[in-house]
């Protein structure tokens, strides 16, 4: 067992596994555009970022427990986001895989959470409080239930196939993109539609 004080790079490689990475990282751990299939040997404790997108990633597992800043897990194969840290200090990216359920997700994120391009149905499992960002869409939603109960920065959840709003954030701090869905009469959504679910303080793009 060692420690890194400073970041780690191992990134474009093609590394197949990470035995023998360092248990502990002060700074950022950086393994992306690997052939990583699994994170078993990963460090438990990143200080900085945990960069591993770009890999053949079909689960978390082995992933660290604590993360410092963001963990970027986007580009690769995963059906789950089992075995994901419980605590992140910045954002979580999760985009461009094959997610058919947010189940295992921190339940706070301090910055962003973008969980867009993905095969999801329900946002169940999403963290509850999302600090900066929270971006669900090019999904397959037909219902917001299960998003978080409040997003500081933009809320977006076009290009799905929404026909209810119910189960959206209680406040969104900035603005709220939801254009590209059927809406309850396959006429899209109207301003009216969200204002009733949702305290919006900036601009909604219907």
Avoid: H
């Amino acid at each position: 067992m060692y420690k890194v004080n400073g970041d780690f790079n191992c990134s474009s490689n093609q590394l197949t596994s990470l035995e023998g990475a360092p248990k502990e990282v002060g700074g950022g751990f950086y393994c992306y555009k690997n052939k990583l299939t699994s994170l078993k040997g990963a460090p438990k404790e990143v200080g900085g970022d945990f960069y591993c997108s770009f890999n053949q990633l079909t689960s978390l597992e082995g992933a660290p427990k604590e993360v410092g800043n963001s963990f970027y897990c986007s580009d690769n194969q995963l059906t789950s986001l089992e075995g994901a840290p419980k605590e992140v200090g910045g954002g979580f990216y999760c985009s461009y895989n094959q997610l058919t359920s947010l189940e295992g997700a921190p339940k706070e994120v301090s910055f962003s959470f973008d969980c867009s391009y993905n095969q999801l149905t329900s946002l169940e499992g999403s963290p509850k409080e999302v600090g900066g960002n929270f971006y669900c869409s090019f999904n397959q939603l037909t219902s917001l239930e299960g998003a978080p109960k409040e997003v500081g920065g933009n809320f977006w959840c076009t290009d799905n196939q929404l026909t209810s709003l119910e189960g959206s954030p209680k406040e969104v701090g900035g603005n709220f993109y939801c254009y590209d869905n059927p809406g309850p009469s396959g006429k899209g959504f109207t301003e009216d539609d969200v204002r009733k679910v949702c305290n919006v303080k900036g601009e909604i793009y219907v």
